[in-house]
């Protein structure tokens, strides 16, 4: 499975499948008001709910059952909180076997050639 959190929206899909499947929303409504996934305007036991929630909506999107190999395509600004921050919610929380970051410009050029 492959997840690309951008700004607005995020992508995400399975490796080798013929066409893109639906862009998410990036940010998630917690209390009265839309978060970023990645925000860094709360304390860090929300954003991990924050995350939580979002990183469930797109498993349960793509696989409702186990996940074999997880790639993220990391922003190059993506501070290394935030990462293991992310560690911590897919291997703790949802139980993902592996885990591969890919910084955004080589994800494209691999995608692309």
């Known amino acids: ?6 700004a607005r929206w995020t992508r ?4 080798g499948e013929v066409y893109p499947r639906p ?3 990036s940010r998630v409504m917690f209390g009265k008001k839309k978060h970023h996934v990645l925000t860094n305007d709360l304390e860090p036991a929300e954003k991990k709910g924050i995350l939580l929630k979002f990183m469930k909506r797109v498993f349960t999107n793509c ?3 186990a ?5 993220l395509v990391e922003n190059l600004f993506m501070s290394e909180k935030e990462k293991k921050l992310l560690m911590h919610v897919l291997f703790d929380c949802l139980r993902v076997a592996e885990v591969m970051f890919v910084p955004a410009p080589i994800g494209t050029i691999m995608a692309y050639g």
Do not use: A, K
């Not at 995400?12 to 490796?15: Q, V």
């Not at 996940?67 to 790639?71: A, K, N, Q, S």
């Open 1 to 6: 499975m492959i997840v690309e959190i951008g």
């Open 12 to 15: 995400y899909g399975c490796i």
């Open 23 to 25: 862009f998410l929303d």
């Open 63 to 65: 696989f409702p059952d």
């Open 67 to 71: 996940l074999i190999r997880f790639v």
